[in-house]
């Protein structure tokens, strides 16, 4: 059974840092593209970033371009999140989302909530 | 950037009704299309891929079709269950941008 775990949300303030991961289960992560995707309170969903098996290719939507990074540890079957200068605006709940045999997302995450604040 | 527009925004439909809710993208994605179900404060879950292809142990009432830009979503007999937002899903280029949801409601 695949299972995908975040981890490492919380409450931080603006300009600040966190460091979301997701640990990956019942799949061989080695083969798979990886996604974070958002979804702050009330609205609609939003592809942040994006992941090749090999770590390889890297994509980041434009409003978190310079400020966050996603990376992978195959030998740990895990994916992580930097989050750094956070804004308001970043306010979510950020999941992990794995990537079928194209970038569409087949399995996901619980969710981390991420809440930018002062 | 390819843009997502879902209409429309909510629909409620009675038990045994046939739904559509129509995803129309800002340019051609060929079917590079997919959708997703969302219940209160769960994760999506995915439908339907490469705008047809049902996504397995999803139930037969749900189906998609369209290509180029206009794709619909059809669920054939309203379930209770089916109560959610549904989101359409760009998967062609860079941006896989997300409609803003159609919330459905069951009368």
């Known amino acids: 059974e695949v299972q995908l775990v975040e981890s490492g949300g919380g409450l931080v303030q603006p300009g600040g840092s966190l460091r979301l991961s997701c640990a990956a289960s019942g799949f061989t992560f080695s083969s798979y593209s990886m996604n974070w995707v958002r979804q702050a309170p009330g609205k609609g969903l939003e592809w942040v970033s994006y992941?090749?098996?090999?770590?390889?290719?890297?994509y980041y939507t434009d409003s978190v371009k310079g400020r966050f990074t996603i990376s992978r540890d195959n030998a740990k079957n895990a994916l992580y999140l930097q989050l750094n200068s956070l804004r308001d605006e970043d306010t979510a709940v950020y999941y992990c989302?794995?990537?079928?045999?194209?970038?569409?997302?087949?399995?996901w995450g619980q969710g981390s909530l991420v809440t930018v604040s002062s | 950037d390819i843009q997502m527009t879902q209409s429309p925004s909510t629909l409620s439909a009675s038990v045994g009704d046939r739904v559509t809710i129509t995803c129309r993208a800002s340019q051609s994605i060929n079917t590079w299309l997919a959708w997703y179900q969302q219940k209160p404060g769960k994760a999506p879950k995915l439908l339907i891929y490469k705008a047809s292809t049902l996504e397995s142990g999803v139930p037969s009432r749900f189906s998609g079709s369209g290509s180029g830009t206009e794709f619909t979503l059809t669920i054939s007999s309203l379930q209770p269950d089916d109560c959610a937002t549904y989101y359409c899903q760009q998967h062609k280029s860079y941006s896989y941008t997300f409609g803003q949801g159609t919330k459905l409601e069951i009368k």
């Open positions: 992941i090749s098996s090999s770590s390889s290719t890297i």
């Open positions: 989302a794995k990537c079928g045999f194209d970038v569409y997302f087949d399995y």
